[in-house]
């Protein structure tokens, strides 16, 4: 399948493992908030404006890696590069997670002399 790699500002990682209780069964993996881009460019969704409605901004994004990648994850919020592939469950499209490379940390600084 087509793999694709995305820069992205992970905002929080935490790992879980669940046992299931009827069947014995472990579930774990590392779940990751973060926005999909290594830019804080501001966002403005000219159509939206159109309609009367708003829609500014960047969403954060859920994802769920293996557990086995929690040794990548050396800070948040900082930048990483996720590595993702493309797969076909169910006759369907799904954009699979697999794998996570530490960029650098990320700071906020405000921007000064800039008017919206």
Not at 39 to 45: G, V
Not at 72 to 95: D, F, G, S
Request: net charge positive; proline share 6%; aromatic share 6%.
């Amino acid at each position: 399948m087509q793999e694709f790699k995305q820069k992205c500002l992970v905002l929080s990682a935490t790992t879980y493992k669940m046992t299931d209780e009827k069947t014995g069964e472990t579930n774990s993996g590392l779940t990751l908030f973060y926005i999909p881009t290594d830019k804080l460019t501001p966002e403005d969704d000219a159509a939206a404006r159109g309609r009367g409605q708003i829609s500014l901004g960047i969403q954060p994004s859920k994802v769920t890696l293996p557990i086995d990648l929690q040794t990548k994850v050396k800070h948040a919020p900082a930048l990483y590069e996720l590595t993702l592939k493309l797969v076909t469950r169910q006759l369907k499209a799904q954009i699979q997670p697999i794998n996570l490379e530490y960029v650098s940390l990320a700071e906020l600084h405000p921007v000064k002399g800039k008017e919206a």
